[in-house]
């Protein structure tokens, strides 16, 4: 039985400005002797431990990457507060003392996130829409490194792929992302519920960010009730007359005793 290399953990995301922190477990064989740790960002040397040396720790200047505290064996390490820079590719090594000078390796990618400042951005979305009406609405995240995935719901369910638009990230000069994406669908008499719906934009990035902003508009025809139904009972007959469609309102008998309650059902009927 040899030296082994039995697990490396490297965390695949890190937060902009927080300390990682790197574990490299091994095992010597039952005659071998541990001569030396090392670890190497991006194929560059930035800290080892040799047991037997004069100094037996030792560090090598790398930007983005300050081992800030290390166990007594080198393999528990944790970084300063990271950078930009701090993202890479991360190797453990472990090496055998001689005569054979066994050594295994492994490694592992971190990637440094920057969040958004804000949730995502629902614009062009109407507070009342009717049964055939066209919505075309678009959401933007905040700015991010790297982008953000966005996705579209209709009341709690995933968007139709044939309602969501190809999602299209914009770069600055810094290299921070702003994702955007369109929905865009026909209203149906489905999509009310209760006189409503909602769509919702969900913000997501690995399992480290979930932000969403919600929208919800009524049936336009129902607004129009809605409004009849605050209209005082005491209205004049011209007043009542003015919302009858066609010719009604020039029948004298009919306006004569024409009241709101009646008016207010004929409209419900012609808007069916």
């Known amino acids: ?3 082994k290399l039995l697990d490396l953990r490297v965390p695949a995301y890190v937060l902009f400005g927080s300390q990682p922190e790197l574990t490299c477990q091994w095992e010597l064989g039952p005659n071998e002797m541990l001569y030396s740790i090392k670890w190497y960002k991006d194929g560059k040397e930035f800290f080892r431990h040799l047991p037997r040396d004069p100094e037996p720790y030792r560090k090598f200047h790398l930007p983005g990457v300050e081992v800030e505290k290390s166990d007594a064996l080198g393999s528990n390490i944790t970084l300063s507060a990271a950078t930009l820079e701090t993202g890479g590719r991360y190797r453990c090594e472990i090496s055998g003392e001689r005569p054979l000078f066994h050594t295994v390796s492994d490694h592992a990618d971190m990637l440094i996130v920057v969040l958004p400042e804000y949730g995502p951005a629902i614009s062009g979305f109407r507070t009342h829409y009717q049964i055939g009406d066209r ?3 678009n959401c933007t995240s905040g700015r991010s490194r790297p982008a953000i995935r966005l996705a579209w719901y209709i009341n709690g369910e995933p968007a139709p792929f044939s309602a969501t638009m190809t999602p299209v990230v914009f770069k600055d000069h810094d290299g921070f992302e702003t994702t955007s994406v369109g929905l865009d669908f026909r209203v149906t008499e489905q999509h009310f519920r209760n006189g409503a719906f909602k769509v919702k934009c969900l ?3 690995a399992s480290i ?7 919800s508009a009524r049936n336009s025809k ?3 009730i809605d409004a009849l139904e605050v209209m ?3 209205a004049t007959d011209s007043d009542a007359a003015k919302l009858l469609p066609g010719n009604f309102a020039h029948k004298p008998k009919f306006s004569a005793i024409l009241t709101v309650p009646i008016v207010q059902f004929i409209i ?4 069916k």
């Open 232 to 234: 005082p009972y005491n």
């Open 203 to 205: 913000a997501t990035l």
């Open 135 to 137: 919505v075309r609405v």
């Open 209 to 215: 960010y979930w932000r969403s902003n919600e929208e």
């Open 1 to 3: 039985m040899s030296l």
């Open 268 to 271: 419900y009927i012609y808007l």
């Open 222 to 224: 129902t607004r129009m």
